[in-house]
C-alpha cells in the first residue's frame, strides 16, 4: 500500500473488488447542474420531465457514473489512482432519492505500466443502472524506491 492507503500496482490481483455506496440527492443533482452546466429539464423540471419516457425527473447519467469515481479513488486502487479511460453504457435511469451502489472488480493488471482494467458496475437495489470498464494508472512501490534512490546525494 502507499502512504495514502492505497493499493500499489505490486498488490493488485485479478478478482479484487471494492464497492461504494452513495444515495443521489436533489442537493447532487442541483449541483452538479451547476458545476457542470447540464441544466437539461429532464433533471431540474419536474413538469417537463413528467412528460417524458422516463415519468420523472432523472439524475444526471454522469453524476450516477461519478460514484464509481469514487470507488476507484476511496477503494480499489484507492488514493493515488489516476484515471486514463472509461467506458459507459447507460442501462437504467437514477432517480432522486435513489442509492447507487458502484463495484469495482480488477480484471487485469500491467505491473510494468502500473495500469490496470477494472470492470465497474452501478446497481440501484439489483439493477444494474450502469456497466462499464476503467484503465487506471496506479501507484508504484518500485517506481518511489527508484525515484528516492535517484533523489539521494551520491557520497564521494
Known amino acids: 500500500m ?9 498488490d493488485l490481483q485479478p478478482g479484487m473488488n471494492a464497492c461504494f455506496s452513495k444515495t443521489i440527492t436533489e442537493a447532487d443533482i442541483v449541483m452538479f447542474a451547476g458545476v457542470s452546466g447540464d441544466t437539461n429539464a429532464v433533471h431540474l423540471n419536474e413538469e417537463f ?3 417524458t419516457r422516463f415519468g420523472a425527473r432523472i439524475a444526471h447519467g454522469f ?22 479511460g472509461q467506458q459507459l453504457r447507460f ?3 437514477v432517480k432522486p432519492g435513489d442509492t447507487v451502489h458502484a463495484a ?6 500491467e505491473v510494468a505500466k502500473a495500469r490496470a482494467v477494472l470492470s465497474t458496475v452501478c446497481r440501484v437495489k439489483d439493477t444494474v443502472v450502469i456497466e462499464g470498464e476503467a484503465t487506471v494508472m496506479i501507484t ?4 518511489r524506491a527508484a525515484s528516492e534512490l535517484q533523489a539521494m546525494p551520491s557520497v564521494a
Do not use: H
Not at 461519478?66 to 489512482?81: C, D, Q, Y
Open 104 to 109: 469495482v472488480t480488477v480484471l487485469s493488471v
Open 49 to 51: 420531465a413528467a412528460t
Open 2 to 10: 502507499n502512504d495514502l492507503n492505497g493499493y500499489d500496482v505490486e
Open 63 to 84: 453524476l450516477t457514473a461519478s460514484v464509481i469515481s469514487a470507488a476507484v479513488a476511496n477503494r480499489l486502487p484507492g488514493p493515488g489512482t489516476v484515471y486514463l
Open 91 to 93: 442501462k437504467v435511469p
Open 140 to 143: 508504484s512501490r518500485a517506481q
